[in-house]
């Protein structure tokens, strides 16, 4: 009877020019978005081109996008785009704060998880570093035969969660030994997801010296194009607000779902969040407060575009009381969740 391979491994020793080959473990990968890596000129546009080169975020015809994107939008963007990471910039790690939050929350779920030894977490960006790539090669050089990758977005689509398992799928085609692989799939109604939501808005209001007339649950937007072809996007975040709203016990006209952060000329998913704060301000309402459960961690878009840029908005249009609560960020109603996604996604493996 032949031996088997793991006896014939505990029996014979390998070769003394046998190559090292570490297995048994299993990997978790943390990918979220992206960032720069400082704020100057050639490092914001280095960012911004391989994000906007990305023919997932950009559907536009490549003959047609190629002269957009390298002659204008590159040319004028960066030093904007830069000027607005500065102001957000934690000059003491020299990065931002998108970096420093996903870092925390690999480290904590490190902890949350260390009671098997057989789990290694680490983190990468989809644009930007750490590249994807780099960290599956880390992760498979510490042993880990098997990994599970998890797109930091509760709600799936094409522009985000599809894009980071492009990305992860090309590397792996450069690997002579793969690594057996999962994604994780959104959370967008996970109750946990909901649950965390809801409590870190009632203690984000519980802080505030005012009591918000209207919150507005704010998502990344998208072309509405993509909607149009198949994207879930728009009803997961529907959906996503739904739930939260009902959670609070609030009625449609107290609890708002708004998209923000759009590009470009052509028409994106409503009602847009800047133009929902003005109409609010014009109407008359005074105290607003803004939530955005599509991003697990803070980052530009919610830092420096709702805390600072709609904050003008609000205020130019005749409010009076803005306030931004964070995101879930590495907080212990955070790491729930995405504790609570993990394990969920590694049984069977641990």
């Known amino acids: 009877m032949p031996d088997s391979i793991e006896g014939d491994a505990a029996v014979k020793p390998r070769p003394a020019n046998h190559p090292p080959a570490l297995s048994g473990r299993v990997g978790v990968l943390l990918i979220n978005l992206g960032t720069p890596d400082a704020t100057d000129y050639w490092s914001v546009r280095r960012y911004l081109k391989e994000f906007l080169s990305d023919p997932r975020v950009i559907e536009i015809p490549r003959l047609l996008w190629w002269p957009i994107l390298n002659l204008i939008i590159l040319t004028f963007r960066p030093g904007k785009t830069g000027a607005k990471y500065a102001s957000i910039w934690d000059r003491e790690r020299d990065e931002s704060p998108l970096r420093t939050i996903t870092r925390a929350q690999a480290g904590q779920l490190a902890g949350r998880l260390a009671v098997d030894e057989k789990i290694v977490v680490d983190w990468a960006m989809r644009y930007?570093?750490?590249s994807i790539?780099?960290?599956i090669e880390a992760l498979q050089a510490r042993g880990c035969d098997r990994i599970l990758f998890v797109p930091l977005y509760p709600q799936y689509s094409?522009?985000?969660t599809a894009t980071v398992c492009d990305k992860a799928f090309a590397a792996l085609r450069t690997m002579r030994w793969q690594p057996s692989v999962r994604v994780a799939p959104p959370w967008h109604d996970d109750p946990a997801y909901i649950a965390a939501i809801a409590s870190s808005i009632r203690e984000g209001l519980a802080r505030l010296d005012f009591e918000p007339q209207v919150i507005l649950a704010s998502f990344h937007g998208v072309p509405e194009a993509y909607l149009n072809k198949g994207d879930p996007y728009y009803c997961?975040?529907?959906?996503?607000?739904?739930?939260?709203?009902?959670?609070?016990?609030?009625s449609d006209e107290r609890f708002?779902?708004?998209?923000?952060?759009?590009?470009?000329?052509?028409?994106?998913?409503q009602p847009y969040t800047d133009e929902t704060i003005r109409a609010l301000a014009a109407k008359g309402v005074k105290r607003v407060a803004v939530v955005t459960p599509g991003f697990v961690a803070d980052c530009l878009e919610t830092i420096e575009e709702i805390g600072v840029e709609n904050a003008h908005f609000f205020h130019d249009a005749g409010g009076e009381n803005f306030a931004r609560i964070d995101c879930l960020n590495a907080s212990a109603g955070g790491m729930d969740v995405i504790e609570a996604v993990v394990r969920r996604e590694l049984m069977g493996w641990v």
């Not at 997961?236 to 609030?250: D, N």
């Open 128 to 130: 930007g570093n750490p």
């Open 158 to 160: 094409a522009t985000s």
């Open 133 to 135: 790539a780099s960290r």
């Open 236 to 250: 997961q975040c529907v959906k996503s607000g739904r739930l939260i709203r009902e959670a609070l016990g609030l």
């Open 256 to 269: 708002i779902t708004t998209f923000q952060s759009r590009f470009g000329a052509q028409k994106w998913l």
